[in-house]
T-cell receptor, first 115, second 115 residues
Framework: AQSVTQLDSQVPVFEEAPVELRCNYS??????LFWYVQYPNQGLQLLLK??????LVKGINGFEAEFNKSQTSFHLRKPSVHISDTAEYFC?????????????FGGGTRVLVKP | EAGVVQSPRYKIIEKKQPVAFWCNPI?????LYWYLQNLGQGPELLIR????????DSQLPKDRFSAERLKGVDSTLKIQPAELGDSAVYLC?????????????FGPGTRLTVL
């Protein structure tokens, strides 16, 4: 069975500072990896995804993530955050293959951007 | 293009009452998902439909929860009777295909409060 661990439940950060959100996963097969963002009282919106190919993935709103197979990690980064980046961020994994459309989410990281 | 639509957005009921949530997926999306999101946690899959067939309902508490997707489009999730522990956000998502590569698009959710 697959699992996802987001190591930080909350990350306070000052505006224009960089941020990194950590995500580690566990799976016995090849995986696809996703980062979603959830703004207050809204559904989840996809930031970026890794399916194959280049391990550095660029997404919307200036976010990027790097897939590291040996460390089973998929950390999310942004070089300079804005107040509007205040939200909850979820890392998710799905397994390739027949059962591959089940998304397993981490517990989320709440980012609070301070002025 | 319209996104995933859910109603109601908020629902407050007393325990032991029934409740139903409705979801309209993105047009053309054959795969539909219902997720449960408890406060401060990531979403957990309850049930997945491929067209009108429930292909994964292993996490659905079948003693009180039921779901249907008539004609393979809209879906309804029902709880009868509701318990205090059912207070959560119920998210609906849809995707164009049934593999792990396909992006899932989420609705805004229904926030259920059971008193």
């Amino acid at each position: 069975a697959q699992s996802v661990t987001q190591l930080d439940s909350q990350v306070p950060v000052f505006e224009e500072a960089p941020v990194e959100l950590r995500c580690n996963y566990s799976s016995s097969v090849s995986v696809y990896l996703f980062w979603y963002v959830q703004y207050p009282n809204q559904g989840l919106q996809l930031l970026l995804k890794y399916l194959s190919g280049s391990t550095l993935v660029k997404g919307i709103n200036g976010f990027e993530a790097e897939f590291n197979k040996s460390q089973t990690s998929f950390h999310l980064r942004k070089p300079s955050v804005h107040i509007s980046d205040t939200a909850e961020y979820f890392c998710a994994v799905s397994e390739s293959g027949a059962a591959g459309n089940k998304l397993t989410f981490g517990g989320g990281t709440r980012v609070l951007v301070k002025p | 293009e319209a996104g995933v639509v859910q109603s109601p957005r908020y629902k407050i009921i007393e325990k032991k009452q029934p409740v139903a949530f409705w979801c309209n997926p993105i047009s053309g999306h054959n795969t539909l998902y219902w997720y449960l999101q408890n406060l401060g946690q990531g979403p957990e899959l309850l049930i997945r439909y491929e067209n009108e067939e429930a292909v994964d309902d292993s996490q659905l508490p079948k003693d009180r929860f039921s779901a249907e997707r008539l004609k393979g489009v809209d879906s309804t999730l029902k709880i009868q009777p509701a318990e205090l522990g059912d207070s959560a956000v119920y998210l609906c998502a849809s995707s164009l295909g049934g593999t792990g590569r396909n992006e899932q698009f989420f609705g805004p959710g229904t926030r259920l409060t059971v008193l």
